[in-house]
T-cell receptor, first 113, second 118 residues
Framework: SQQGEEDPQALSIQEGENATMNCSYK?????LQWYRQNSGRGLVHLIL?????REKHSGRLRVTLDTSKKSSSLLITASRAADTASYFC?????????????FGQGTELSVKP | SQTIHQWPATLVQPVGSPLSLECTVE??????LYWYRQAAGRGLQLLFY??????ISSEVPQNLSASRPQDRQFILSSKKLLLSDSGFYLC?????????????????FGQGTRLTVV
């Protein structure tokens, strides 16, 4: 079964607004990662947050992690039309032996100019 | 710098035909390698991952198999394709975990292969 589950499944906002996406997972993790995918392309890594971190920033991205609730959120501030893409969380479960990353179902973000 | 190559970009195959998708990585040694499948509008399903030559872990029992004949080569195969094998196949790599197993870092993805079984 998939480890990460994002919500909402789809999000439509106006340029300049903030976009928030959430991810829930089931097991203990080493870290949680967020990726972006443009339509029909491969995924691009955005940000990684370790299990002992609570918040991390990268440019207009802000990620939070709550290990007690097994959830994370990705905030994109001052969104742009170019942010239109699908966003996925991925978890590296602690104790796993193979370095596997499990992805969620993703949130499809549409930013209207 | 590290790069990942995945080909072909698109493929149309008849039901019952064999499949071979290849992925190679340059600029790193002993990477973790992954094959994912993505159905239209859905998330990524992990199919296989490998931490070394000849070491393959299968996540989902199905009509596919994977092999790692060389350190930086990962091949996805099928002897007879089914209609349900259609999808977007993505290869990825991440840094090796080292002698002491540690957390997995970011994964780097190829551009994907869109497979249509007809």
């Amino acid at each position: 079964s998939q480890q990460g589950e994002e919500d909402p499944q789809a999000l439509s906002i106006q340029e300049g607004e903030n976009a928030t996406m959430n991810c829930s997972y089931k097991t203990s993790i080493n870290n949680l990662q967020w990726y972006r995918q443009n339509s029909g392309r491969g995924l691009v890594h955005l940000i990684l947050i370790r299990s002992n971190e609570r918040e991390k920033h990268s440019g207009r991205l802000r990620v939070t992690l709550d290990t007690s609730k097994k959830s994370s959120s990705l905030l994109i501030t001052a969104s742009r039309a170019a942010d239109t893409a699908s966003y996925f969380c991925a978890t590296d479960a602690s104790g796993n032996q193979g370095g596997k990353l499990i992805f969620g179902q993703g949130t499809e973000l549409s930013v209207k100019p | 710098s590290q790069t990942i190559h995945q080909w072909p970009a698109t493929l149309v195959q008849p039901v019952g035909s064999p499949l071979s998708l290849e992925c190679t990585v340059e600029g790193t040694s002993n990477p973790n390698l992954y094959w994912y499948r993505q159905a239209a509008g859905r998330g990524l399903q992990l199919l296989f991952y490998s931490v070394g030559i000849g070491q393959i872990s299968s996540e989902v029992p199905q009509n596919l198999s994977a092999s790692r004949p060389q350190d930086r080569q990962f091949i996805l195969s099928s002897k007879k394709l089914l209609l349900s094998d259609s999808g977007f196949y993505l290869c990825a790599w991440s840094a090796p975990r080292g002698r002491v197993l540690g957390p997995t870092g970011e994964a780097f993805f190829g551009q994907g292969t869109r497979l249509t079984v007809v």
